[in-house]
């Protein structure tokens, strides 16, 4: 159909017997059975309990074993006559550093269930296949007596459908992760945040007010927004220097949010099979389900590409209602952003520029490390003390200032022996045999190699041959000179910490050089 042919073509199609049978054998496969898994499972139960009504619901949306494992209903499975499939699973404790031999569990493909609601007595089946396109289809189909104000659902199963569901789209201690095209409440996640406070995160403290007043404002203010008819939605963008306070924020803001009831939705990954519309369409329309929600976008610049800023531009300002949603994206490249997204109000309406930390900040988070040590008073961390390590820590962010504190404690609890209790005599030894490796970001002691002394073929030794095959690099950092007074030059940490700070100097110098190293291009 719709092709034009003459003469000999015309000749080569014209129907033969051998060409009809093609065709017929087309028509069959054609006309062949097509497989509904969903739908054979259902004819099989009413098959079996034709008396019965069957409710089919979404683990996903109802959460049957969820509820029952929260104790609000018990799910037995029967196993007599070898009735389900399951697969025998061993899982291991959450790490190696954990104990235990780990536990056993079923992963039930095909299982039928006695489930006891409230006093009443569902048989549930519970069924998991794979589809060839949709991937992995898990139902639970819930079987009810009929009774007379039955029409087309059954009372009793709906009233356990909307407890349950209710129960399965609320949070539990959990935080909504989207990755891989689909949300996924995860518990670890939630752990981790409980151990944030505000109290750790050292900013300038008239932007980490600001900051705080900001996103409690926004969900303590809903009235005035609609007061004064303003949509109740607030984007802000965290921007700066990598290990400057973003991260530490973020989890700060998630766990004073609980006690207001804010559930936190974070996005790891636009990537998924469907596509990356099908994504962002995915997230903002959970999201405004969730509301009032903290909906976070960590690296923000390398989520929103090129070929869907628009969509995600029209999810973020479109005409769908956004209410109680507030926006957090943070980045390390604002200038990577469309000026879309950064610059235009409605969108994302503040901006909190994360900068190294200044003099005032370091001493702070100097402090800080004074309290956590508070029960270390041989290591003599004082005011003074402080207000040097300030000084020595020009331009390091808080990522570098925690490594210097770790390390330089790892370096006097490592020049100890197992048994010897810290003293300031075992202090003051470690640090006269701590020293900096010259081209390293490591500390050796004494009589540690930290060289090679390998020659090359010219006869020169490895470490020369370096030198010579350099080529002229710019200025490299240098410590600030910082006059420490004389009760202080034996103080064993503040000497530690002195040789560490030299140390990464030289490791913020590699990787400045790493940074601007050439990158391979592809031939």
């Given at each position: 159909?719709?092709?034009?042919?003459?003469?000999?073509?015309?000749?080569?199609?014209?129907?033969?017997?051998?060409?009809?049978?093609?065709?017929?054998?087309?028509?069959?496969?054609?006309?062949?059975?097509?497989?509904?898994?969903?739908?054979?499972?259902?004819?099989?139960?009413r098959a079996i309990h034709p008396g019965k009504h069957v409710t089919t619901v979404a683990p996903?949306?109802?959460?049957?074993?969820?509820?029952?494992?929260?104790?609000?209903?018990?799910?037995?499975?029967?196993?007599?006559?070898?009735?389900?499939?399951?697969?025998?699973?061993?899982?291991?404790?959450?790490?190696?550093?954990?104990?235990?031999?780990?536990?056993?569990?079923?992963?039930?493909?095909?299982?039928?269930?006695?489930?006891?609601?409230?006093?009443?007595?569902?048989?549930?089946?519970?069924?998991?296949?794979?589809?060839?396109?949709?991937?992995?289809?898990?139902?639970?189909?819930?079987?009810?007596?009929?009774?007379?104000?039955?029409?087309?659902?059954?009372?009793?199963?709906?009233?356990?459908?909307?407890?349950?569901?209710?129960?399965?789209?609320?949070?539990?201690?959990?935080?909504?992760?989207?990755?891989?095209?689909?949300?996924?409440?995860?518990?670890?996640?939630?752990?981790?945040?409980?151990?944030?406070?505000?109290?750790?995160?050292?900013?300038?403290?008239?932007?980490?007010?600001?900051?705080?007043?900001?996103?409690?404002?926004?969900?303590?203010?809903?009235?005035?927004?609609?007061?004064?008819?303003?949509?109740?939605?607030?984007?802000?963008?965290?921007?700066?220097?990598?290990?400057?306070?973003?991260?530490?924020?973020?989890?700060?803001?998630?766990?004073?949010?609980?006690?207001?009831?804010?559930?936190?939705?974070?996005?790891?990954?636009?990537?998924?099979?469907?596509?990356?519309?099908?994504?962002?369409?995915?997230?903002?329309?959970?999201?405004?389900?969730?509301?009032?929600?903290?909906?976070?976008?960590?690296?923000?610049?390398?989520?929103?590409?090129?070929?869907?800023?628009?969509?995600?531009?029209?999810?973020?300002?479109?005409?769908?209602?956004?209410?109680?949603?507030?926006?957090?994206?943070?980045?390390?490249?604002?200038?990577?952003?469309?000026?879309?997204?950064?610059?235009?109000?409605?969108?994302?309406?503040?901006?909190?520029?994360?900068?190294?930390?200044?003099?005032?900040?370091?001493?702070?988070?100097?402090?800080?490390?004074?309290?956590?040590?508070?029960?270390?008073?041989?290591?003599?961390?004082?005011?003074?003390?402080?207000?040097?390590?300030?000084?020595?820590?020009?331009?390091?962010?808080?990522?570098?200032?925690?490594?210097?504190?770790?390390?330089?404690?790892?370096?006097?609890?490592?020049?100890?022996?197992?048994?010897?209790?810290?003293?300031?005599?075992?202090?003051?030894?470690?640090?006269?045999?701590?020293?900096?490796?010259?081209?390293?970001?490591?500390?050796?002691?004494?009589?540690?190699?930290?060289?090679?002394?390998?020659?090359?073929?010219?006869?020169?030794?490895?470490?020369?041959?370096?030198?010579?095959?350099?080529?002229?690099?710019?200025?490299?950092?240098?410590?600030?000179?910082?006059?420490?007074?004389?009760?202080?030059?034996?103080?064993?940490?503040?000497?530690?910490?002195?040789?560490?700070?030299?140390?990464?100097?030289?490791?913020?110098?590699?990787?400045?050089?790493?940074?601007?190293?050439?990158?391979?291009?592809?031939?």
């Amino acid at each position: 159909m719709g092709h034009y042919a003459s003469g000999d073509m015309l000749e080569s199609t014209q129907p033969s017997s051998t060409k009809l049978a093609v065709l017929t054998a087309f028509q069959e496969h054609c006309s062949g059975k097509r497989i509904n898994t969903e739908l054979a499972v259902v004819e099989g139960i009413r098959a079996i309990h034709p008396g019965k009504h069957v409710t089919t619901v979404a683990p996903r949306s109802v959460d049957l074993f969820g509820y029952a494992k929260a104790g609000h209903a018990e799910a037995k499975l029967i196993t007599t006559g070898d009735s389900y499939q399951s697969l025998r699973a061993y899982r291991a404790p959450g790490s190696r550093m954990e104990s235990g031999d780990g536990q056993l569990s079923d992963d039930v493909d095909f299982g039928h269930y006695e489930y006891n609601w409230n006093g009443e007595i569902f048989p549930l089946y519970h069924v998991a296949w794979v589809d060839e396109i949709m991937g992995l289809q898990s139902f639970h189909y819930i079987l009810s007596d009929r009774e007379a104000g039955d029409a087309v659902h059954s009372v009793a199963a709906d009233r356990l459908v909307i407890k349950c569901g209710k129960w399965s789209s609320e949070l539990h201690e959990e935080i909504y992760v989207f990755d891989n095209g689909h949300w996924q409440k995860n518990g670890d996640l939630w752990k981790a945040v409980q151990s944030a406070s505000w109290d750790d995160v050292i900013l300038d403290p008239a932007m980490k007010e600001t900051l705080i007043n900001d996103v409690h404002g926004f969900f303590d203010n809903r009235a005035v927004y609609e007061e004064v008819s303003v949509p109740w939605k607030r984007g802000i963008i965290m921007h700066g220097t990598p290990g400057c306070g973003k991260t530490i924020s973020i989890k700060a803001l998630m766990h004073s949010l609980q006690d207001k009831g804010v559930a936190s939705l974070y996005v790891k990954s636009f990537d998924a099979c469907q596509g990356l519309q099908y994504s962002i369409r995915s997230i903002f329309a959970h999201a405004r389900v969730m509301a009032p929600c903290l909906l976070l976008f960590e690296d923000l610049d390398s989520l929103v590409v090129d070929e869907v800023r628009s969509y995600f531009l029209n999810e973020v300002d479109g005409i769908e209602s956004n209410d109680g949603i507030c926006m957090i994206g943070s980045t390390n490249h604002l200038e990577r952003l469309d000026p879309g997204i950064s610059k235009r109000p409605s969108r994302f309406d503040r901006k909190y520029h994360y900068k190294l930390p200044g003099h005032q900040e370091r001493i702070l988070y100097c402090e800080y490390w004074k309290k956590k040590l508070s029960k270390r008073s041989d290591l003599g961390i004082t005011d003074e003390v402080c207000e040097i390590v300030a000084k020595l820590t020009e331009a390091f962010s808080f990522a570098y200032m925690k490594e210097l504190f770790v390390q330089a404690l790892l370096a006097i609890v490592g020049g100890r022996d197992e048994d010897e209790d810290m003293t300031d005599a075992s202090v003051s030894a470690t640090a006269d045999s701590v020293k900096v490796v010259e081209g390293s970001a490591k500390l050796a002691k004494d009589g540690d190699k930290t060289e090679s002394t390998a020659e090359t073929e010219s006869g020169d030794s490895a470490t020369e041959k370096t030198q010579k095959d350099k080529k002229p690099a710019r200025k490299p950092r240098k410590v600030p000179e910082v006059e420490v007074p004389e009760h202080l030059q034996s103080n064993a940490f503040l000497r530690v910490l002195r040789k560490q700070i030299v140390a990464l100097v030289k490791d913020m110098d590699n990787t400045d050089d790493e940074a601007a190293a050439p990158k391979p291009k592809i031939a």
